[in-house]
């Protein structure tokens, strides 16, 4: 009976759903949430311990050092991946970072404390806390690029493009709870009981990263076989055995086909342009919070962005998707954050980034995130695991480094100039920057979603 009710409310916003494929996307729905709240409450964590370890001018050099070392951590991925049912991966992973999250909660515990104390230590100490600093950086990173990756190729591959259509939304829409509760109560929760490191949230994240494994197990059992078929059908499997296997293959197919090229660009521009925004928010933030404070308010933050995501969702934001197409989702978000990039040029104030933030990425993740998913749809499995991969990984932290490229100026010029002179060089050099890339985002987006509905009508393959 509650299933029931659940079900009959959904579809005003999500449509009309089998008995059978609603509970198979509550269950998806569940691992999401879990997988992102996780990962909503490890980024205000990130960029707190880092700013407390190392600091907030850095953060650029953190950014642009987490893509070179991702390298060998997707190359090791998509070995992985070549030896490994999609099963085994989404155990394999949550074990590796479950395990080493509960290590960094160690270290916590030696590691952090009040600035002037982190400042006095001895040169080896000093550099010892840096370098964990540094580490945690990337882990944070690498955990939101292969995780989620692992968890959309995982979704795709076994959802055909009509369930996605309507499921894809819900499973959103559930993963914005995890998002909406996890980083407010357990990020902040060293704040609020007024501890002076951040073991306790990190312990207990670990414990729930290591839950993705039966929670994955039971997805399987409890779902019917013909609710697992992908968009391939029966034909996945000789598909499979086509592909070339090898860490460059992802590479390969993606410089090989324009649809995934302008994925990678989609992705990109919007990244460049956001990374942008959350360098200026977070030097903001620092200014006037430190410690498990600053993890404190960026964690409200977190969850502000998926309160945010949760309520477009539900008022129907997904509906541009299901009744107007994939082609009007993508192209609307260069046109809303372009409106963001006018905002970000004309006011300067915390509060304001803060509600700027919220409101750039809560609509990317209630609206572009579904679109830009479905896309990997009518692809093969290859594209879908290991050019997802190199798109959702590289392409993402490669913008995040060119971003973070970009950033670095902000020092030199205030160094020249001065502050307010030098920040008003910035502000109209990224005005130049972003316009005309955005403008670009926006062709790439009308070509991407064309293609698409093209092979969906026609029930093909693009690559």
């Known amino acids: 009976m509650v299933l029931r009710f659940f079900q009959w409310v959904c579809r005003f916003n999500f449509g009309t759903f089998e008995r059978e494929e609603f509970k198979k996307f509550l269950r998806m729905g569940l691992i999401f949430a879990l997988i992102i709240g996780v990962y909503w409450t490890l980024r205000p964590l990130k960029d707190g311990v880092f700013i407390q370890l190392v600091s907030s001018l850095q953060l650029p050099f953190a950014k642009t050092f987490s893509v070179l070392a991702l390298l060998p951590l997707v190359m090791f991925y998509t070995k992985l991946l070549e030896h490994h049912s999609r099963e085994k991966m989404l155990v394999i992973l949550p074990i590796f970072y479950g395990v080493s999250l509960a290590l960094f909660s160690v270290a916590m515990l030696a590691l952090q404390g009040p600035a002037a104390e982190i400042a006095a230590r001895p ?4 550099t010892l806390t840096k370098v964990v600093g540094y580490i945690f950086y990337v882990y944070v990173e690498s955990f939101g690029s292969l995780v989620v990756a692992l968890f959309w190729a995982f979704a795709t591959d076994t959802t055909g493009a009509t369930h996605a259509k309507r499921g894809f939304p819900l499973v959103v829409a559930i993963g914005q709870m995890g998002g909406i509760f996890l ?40 779902t019917p076989a013909h609710l697992l078929t992908s968009f391939h059908g029966s034909n996945e499997a000789a598909i499979e055995k086509k592909q070339e296997p090898g860490f460059l293959e992802g590479l390969k197919l993606l410089l090989k086909h324009r649809y995934l090229l302008g994925i990678f660009a989609a992705n990109f521009i919007y990244e460049v342009v956001v990374t942008i925004f959350d360098f200026n928010f977070k030097l903001a933030a620092s200014t006037q919070h430190a410690g498990v404070a600053l993890t404190h308010y960026l964690s409200l933050y977190g969850s502000s962005v ?11 934001i997904s509906n541009v998707t299901r009744f ?4 009007v989702a993508l192209a609307a978000m260069p046109v809303i954050v372009m409106g963001a990039l006018v905002g970000f040029l004309s006011f300067n104030s915390l509060s304001f980034l803060f509600l700027l933030m919220v409101g750039s990425k809560a609509i990317n993740y209630a609206l572009n995130g579904p679109a830009l998913k479905q896309l990997y749809i009518p692809t093969t499995p290859d594209v879908k695991f290991k050019a997802q991969a190199w798109i959702e990984t590289f392409g993402s932290r490669a913008s995040k480094q060119s971003g973070s490229m970009f ?3 902000l020092s030199p010029l205030q160094t020249a100039f001065g502050a307010a002179a030098g920040k008003s060089h910035y502000l109209m050099m990224s005005g130049i920057l972003c316009f005309p890339i955005l403008a670009f985002w926006l062709i790439i987006a009308i070509f991407l979603g064309k293609t698409f509905k093209k092979a969906i009508h026609t029930n093909t393959t693009v690559c």
């Open 123 to 126: 040169f080896w100490f000093l």
């Open 183 to 222: 980083p407010y109560s357990i990020g902040g929760l060293p704040h609020r009981i007024h501890l002076t490191t951040d073991f306790l949230s990190m312990m207990l994240l670990s414990l729930l990263i290591l839950c993705i494994v039966p929670l994955v197990a039971y997805f399987l059992r409890a």
């Open 407 to 409: 950033n670095m100026s």
């Open 306 to 316: 998926n309160v945010v995501s949760l309520g477009c969702l539900l008022l129907g």
């Open 324 to 327: 107007l197409g994939v082609g």
